[in-house]
């Protein structure tokens, strides 16, 4: 479990008919591409060898999953960031189908989502290495599921969902990993991340995606695990100040991207802002803790991993964090609905469903 974070995962989401032999006749309802780490994986790190690659398959994650208790990967006590934004995006289809979906898909037997999203990935190859899927790699993982969907339903067809939508978002690994010693330092990482980030971007446009929702660095320096290294449990600033720079720079590139790539659109989740509430005034997002993990052991529940053997805070709906890194199933749901529905301060230029409504 390195480096995985809340509030950046890369997911993207594509209206794209795919699925089982049935499916292939007749799109039923758009399908959701998810790149990025762990908080949008849903299992991918699995099926990846190698002792030290994160997987969250193992009690207690997954223990508030619908259906019973499963440890399918997300880490979670439930559903991910990812899961509540995929649902919220299907509600409205792109007016590619009369289908209402208002449940949530079990997300391994889902045929509507392309999962590409591992735990551990970052911005940078170097992330974490060989211990994940980095972003290079997912979007070459995207380019040849493109391949086949094109060789399934033909070109045309595919390029037409594509254009529809994508959601992306990625980099707090690359902030816990990466430790610039300098100011120049610091300078010289923000160019590479956002270089490289912006390279992923354009590869995903060049393959036909046309709307991206990327949800961006969050504070990294408030994660449980972070905190129990601080004798007084506070944020490490210098972490999320860091954070805060290359927010900064990939809404800067965003935006000078836009312009040179006709067609492309985009939501940018200012993570900050989105989870604001729950580290100022936790009570009034209905949690009584936002600097402990529910599933842990010792002091703020850092000071083990979430296993089997640890005891659960009695009400997961009340903790911001699930484990020492990762977000509970309702401070995903929380962060999902500000960013889908919410006030402009929380998204840039627009909010998620205002991109979801966007048609080509
Ligand atoms: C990122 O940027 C560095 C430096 O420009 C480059 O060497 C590397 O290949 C890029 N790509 C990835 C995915 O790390
Ligand atoms: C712990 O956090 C406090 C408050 O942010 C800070 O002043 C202090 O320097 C931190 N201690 C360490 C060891 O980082
Ligand atoms: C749980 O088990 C692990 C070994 O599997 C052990 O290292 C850890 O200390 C145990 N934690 C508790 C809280 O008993």
């Given amino acids: 479990m390195k480096g995985l974070v809340l509030l950046l995962g890369l997911a993207a989401v594509a209206a794209l008919a795919v699925g089982g032999g049935d499916a292939l006749q ?14 949008l994986d849903v299992g991918n790190n699995n099926h990846l ?24 990967g997300q880490f979670s006590n ?5 899961d509540f934004i995929a649902s919220r995006v299907r509600e409205k289809p792109f007016g590619l189908s009369g289908a209402q979906i208002t449940e949530l898909p079990h997300p391994q037997r889902s045929h509507q989502r392309r999962e590409l999203a591992s735990a551990g990935a970052g911005i940078l190859d170097s992330t974490n290495a060989g211990d994940n899927i980095p ?9 040849s599921t493109k391949a086949e969907m094109e060789a399934a339903w033909g070109t045309h067809r595919v390029s037409a969902h594509l254009a529809n939508s994508f ?26 991340l956002v270089s490289n980030y912006s390279t992923a971007i354009t590869d995903l446009y060049g393959l036909g995606a046309r709307k991206f929702g990327i949800i961006n660095v969050g504070p990294v320096g408030c994660v449980p695990r972070v905190r129990v290294l601080n004798a007084t449990g506070a944020c490490n600033d210098a972490l999320n100040l860091y954070a805060v720079g290359l927010a900064a720079a990939v809404k800067s590139a965003l935006a000078g991207l836009a312009p040179k790539l006709p067609g492309f659109a985009y939501s940018l989740a200012d993570s900050f802002a989105a989870s604001q509430a729950s580290f100022t005034d936790p009570q009034s997002v209905g949690f009584v803790s936002s600097d402990s993990a529910c599933c842990g052991s010792g002091r703020l529940g850092a000071e083990s991993l ?32 500000g960013v889908f529905d919410g006030p402009t301060q929380l998204t840039t230029p627009i909010n998620f469903k205002q991109l979801a409504h966007k048609r080509y």
């Fill in 167 to 192: 959601l992306l978002g990625i980099g707090s690994n690359d902030m816990f990993q990466t430790k610039p010693k300098s100011t120049a330092e610091v300078a010289a990482l923000y160019a590479t």
């Fill in 49 to 72: 060898p190698g002792e030290g690659v994160p997987r969250a398959n193992t009690p207690f994650y997954g223990v508030d999953f619908p259906g019973g208790p499963k440890a399918t």
């Fill in 26 to 39: 007749q799109p039923v309802v758009p399908a959701v591409f998810v790149l990025g780490d762990s908080t």
């Fill in 306 to 337: 979430c296993m089997k053997n640890v005891t659960l805070c009695p009400n997961r709906d009340t903790y911001a964090f699930w484990d020492s890194v990762h977000p509970t199933q309702r401070a995903a749901e929380l962060v999902a609905q």
């Fill in 135 to 143: 972003l290079s790699k997912q979007v070459r993982y995207f380019a």
């Fill in 78 to 82: 439930g559903y991910n960031i990812a």
